[in-house]
């Protein structure tokens, strides 16, 4: 008789199979599936049954762009929260891959899709190694800040999408090399400073956007 183990491992072995064959519509379905399972509580079974390999490939279908995309995107996000995931998906040409996707979803300024990416943003930042890594990844993609500003900015975003933006802004602006990407965007920045509401959160974000301009050596002036 078959145990409870292998029968999930059997399960998450059926699902890895679909999100890697050639149907994307499948895939979609199977990826939705996991998102479900993800929210009852089922992430830690999730993320171990999906190898790295499968991760990619659900990079490569959110990557598309298409009207599918936003759920292989939300189940990138749930997979990030899992830390031996997340910690996979920020490691080298992945980390790239990963940012590079995100960059091309936020620049669509699809909402649905901007809301799950920034949610795969927020998790990916989610403890401070994590984060100090994706700031490394961010600044080598100066439109994904031009992305995030405009996500962030209050007259062009949902509430909650530039809630969620704005702590990535910073994160952008916490490295060197990010300061220095930020250079052509002053003008945004200072903008979207302007406009943002003046909640305890919000103040906090903005204290540390501009210290990190000041601290500078070549973004301020």
Known sequence: MQGFGARQRQGMDSYAAVLTGSDELHAAAAAQSLVLRCRKGGLQAVARGLSAEVVDKVLDLAAEGDRLCFVFVALLKYLACDGYLRTSM?????GYSCLSVCMGLLLAQEPLVTAEVLGLLGALAA??????RLAEYMAAYPPLLKALLAAAHPASSPPADAAAALPLVSLYLSTSAGC??????????????????????VRRHVKEIVMYLNCAPSAGG
């Open 90 to 94: 920020l490691s080298n040409d992945r």
């Open 180 to 201: 220095e990407a930020a250079k052509p965007y002053l003008t945004r920045i200072h903008d979207l400073l302007q406009a943002v509401p003046r909640s305890r959160g």
């Open 127 to 132: 403890t401070p190694p994590s984060a100090r």
